[in-house]
Every structure is written in structure tokens, then in C-alpha cells.
T-cell receptor
Framework: TQLLEQSPQFLSIQEGENLTVYCNSSSVFSSLQWYRQEPGEGPVLLVTVVTGGEVKKLKRLTFQFGDARKDSSLHITAAQTGDTGLYLCAGERPGNTGKLIFGQGTTLQVKP | DVKVTQSSRYLVKRTGEKVFLECVQDMDHENMFWYRQDPGLGLRLIYFSYDVKMKEKGDIPEGYSVSREKKERFSLILESASTNQTSMYLC????????????FGSGTRLTVV
């Protein structure tokens, strides 16, 4: 059972465009994280959101945690070629200390 | 700079061999994890450890075992490698709660021939 569904799975856009990646679940999470992974490397943590409705910004990236803490989105403004990579969301279930559930990932390609 | 170090970036092993993948972290983290990553399947948890000598099965433990004799080191063992274990293996560590995120190693690309 895939508890975290990411969409879209693949995204190919031109430099300068905006995009949004979604991470959805029917389960509640105590926290949700976003990672970016480049080819041949391990995922790197971008952000953690903890409070329902929370919005965090990291330069051109905006992360939002749903009010019910069941979903999240990642919005990139004016994408650059350096944003290319695999984006993964991961949630921590209440009481499931330390273990994260990962979505299947969104592969983003930003073309010059 | 905090680090999770995996001993090999690339490995090629023969079917039936016993394979050891080593992972070391320098952050004094309690939790350590082994995942495999395959296209279309995402990250799947093999085993994790929340303390020295403690381990718990993840979602796909069959064909694997682990060892954690010291807090900083977590080893993944393929008892008898098979071709369906060809994959990218990722080690990660974290504090007791996952809220602060995982730190991943760079991965080991294992090919079993």
C-alpha cells in the first residue's frame, strides 16, 4: 500500500516556468519532509514542515503542509536548470518514531 | 560537515556471493536505516536500527541481514546475492525522531551478475 502519492511522476519544463508537485495521503503525519536527489547521489533534505497550514520558503521554493496534515505541495517559481532532479516527499506517522514513509518521487527536468 | 559514508560507490558481485555494505555516520545519531531504490518503486526500507545491537525489519527484509555493533556503523549483508538484488542501496541516519530529517549517504550501486 502506497501511503504517500506524489504527482506528477515526471515533469519536463522550460527554464523560467513555474511548477507545483503534490504529495497526498489519507493518513495524518506528524511531520512531512521534502528531499531532492541528483543522479548518483543520496537524497538531501530541503525542508521539514510540522504544523498544519505551515508554509515555508527556501529561495524560489515554497512548501506547504495541508491544514489536516495529510498532504503537502512544493511550488517552484521561475525554474532553473539547476532545479533538475528527483523530488521526494516523506512523512513521519504519529507514534512511528523515527521511521519515514517515502513517496515514489517526481522527476523534474528543466530545459534551458 | 556531518556525514554518512558508504564504503563503496559501485560494486559488482557474482550470484551466490556474500556481500557486505558498510555505512558509517559521524553525527552520533541513534537511528540508522538501509533502503534500496529502484526505478518506479521509490525507496523501500530493508532494515533499520534504533540502537546498538537493536534492529527491526523493514518492508523488504528477505535475503538481507544487518549488524550494528557500534553506534556509528550499520552494515547490510546479502547472505547469497541474487540478480534481483541489483539496485541502488542507500544508508541513512537520524535522531530518535524523524522530524529533523534523514542524512543519506551517496549510495552504493550494486550489480549482481
Amino acid at each position: 500500500t502506497q501511503l504517500l502519492e506524489q504527482s506528477p511522476q515526471f515533469l519536463s519544463i522550460q527554464e523560467g516556468e513555474n511548477l507545483t508537485v503534490y504529495c497526498n495521503s489519507s493518513s495524518v503525519f506528524s511531520s512531512l519532509q521534502w528531499y531532492r536527489q541528483e543522479p548518483g547521489e543520496g537524497p538531501v533534505l530541503l525542508v521539514t514542515v510540522v504544523t498544519g497550514g505551515e508554509v515555508k520558503k527556501l529561495k524560489r521554493l515554497t512548501f506547504q503542509f495541508g491544514d489536516a496534515r495529510k498532504d503537502s505541495s512544493l511550488h517552484i517559481t521561475a525554474a532553473q536548470t539547476g532545479d533538475t532532479g528527483l523530488y521526494l516527499c516523506a512523512g513521519e506517522r504519529p507514534g512511528n518514531t523515527g521511521k519515514l514513509i517515502f513517496g515514489q518521487g517526481t522527476t523534474l527536468q528543466v530545459k534551458p | 560537515d556531518v556525514k554518512v559514508t558508504q564504503s563503496s560507490r559501485y560494486l559488482v558481485k557474482r550470484t551466490g556471493e556474500k556481500v557486505f555494505l558498510e555505512c558509517v555516520q559521524d553525527m552520533d545519531h541513534e537511528n540508522m536505516f538501509w533502503y534500496r531504490q529502484d526505478p518506479g518503486l521509490g525507496l523501500r526500507l530493508i532494515y533499520f536500527s534504533y540502537d546498538v545491537k537493536m534492529k527491526e525489519k523493514g518492508d523488504i527484509p528477505e535475503g538481507y541481514s544487518v549488524s550494528r555493533e557500534k553506534k556509528e556503523r550499520f552494515s547490510l549483508i546479502l547472505e547469497s546475492a541474487s540478480t534481483n538484488q541489483t539496485s541502488m542501496y542507500l544508508c541513512a541516519s537520524s535522531l530518535q525522531t524523524g522530524t529533523y530529517g534523514y542524512t543519506f549517504g551517496s549510495g552504493t550501486r550494486l550489480t549482481v551478475v
